[in-house]
């Protein structure tokens, strides 16, 4: 890709919108089932691994917890990100409704 | 009860492993080759493996375990980096990888243990033969190890093909599909 913003993975994209609040792993898993309604279920390897880069990357951070259930939450970087992805996928929305309604396809 | 079988395509014991419970034979612990199981409900639990970045750290690996264990996901048992992990089969389908890429990833790690196993076999076994066979005098016991080379050649080049059709069949679907 040579984007300036890339398309996020749909699993990055609702992990980072899980974590508008402070959650731990497996309140993402549930919340992002939830939003989806029963559509998307992360693996819990995949969940984890997406953190790691995601601290990585900056758009997320970990909150001072107990230690053994570790939050955590969006940063502004983060935040900047999503945008970027909503802008893209309104792109794509409007462009896909636009056509389909021409032809007729979408009643 | 024990059951015998040497991991080298990790996906078809985790088929085997589902396809016991699904009789009622719950795999409780395991070695290298030697699987355990209990008698057990049949079909109450969903059997998955994992298996561990070697280079990952100790923290990472704490971390990583504590983090599914959080999620309601029970460690069955580990054997140096390999570890079978289960989950209530009531509580809907469990995977631990729901993205392909991490999929790939892990089966290219395999794909090049393996290959590079098979190469060296291949080499060791071709020159010992090849040396064997231009002398006069048969060294037998020099024969049967390179024998033995070349048998491992065989042997692992089925689960090796296995494996690429796998990750080729993987690596389609990304290319219409995000993970």
Redesign the interface.
Known sequence: MTQEHPPLTEGVYYILLALFDARHGYGIMQLVEEMSNGRVRLGAGTIYGAIKTLLERGWIEALDGDGRKKEYIITESGKKVIGYEILRLRELFDNGIRITKEDGTNG | MDKYRLVVNPYDIEKWVNNMASQGWHLKKFTWIRFTFERGEPGSYIYRH?ELERFGGASYED??L???K????EQVDRSGNFVFFRKPAND??F?????KK?KIRKLSQKISLLLSLILLNLIIGVIGLSGILSVQAIDWIKLSMNITNILVVVLFSIPLIKLMRVRNNLKKDLDLF??
Do not use: H, V
């Open positions: 994992d971390e990583y504590e983090f599914l959080s999620s309601g996901i809907g389908p995977e631990l990888y729901s993205d991490n995000t993970d």
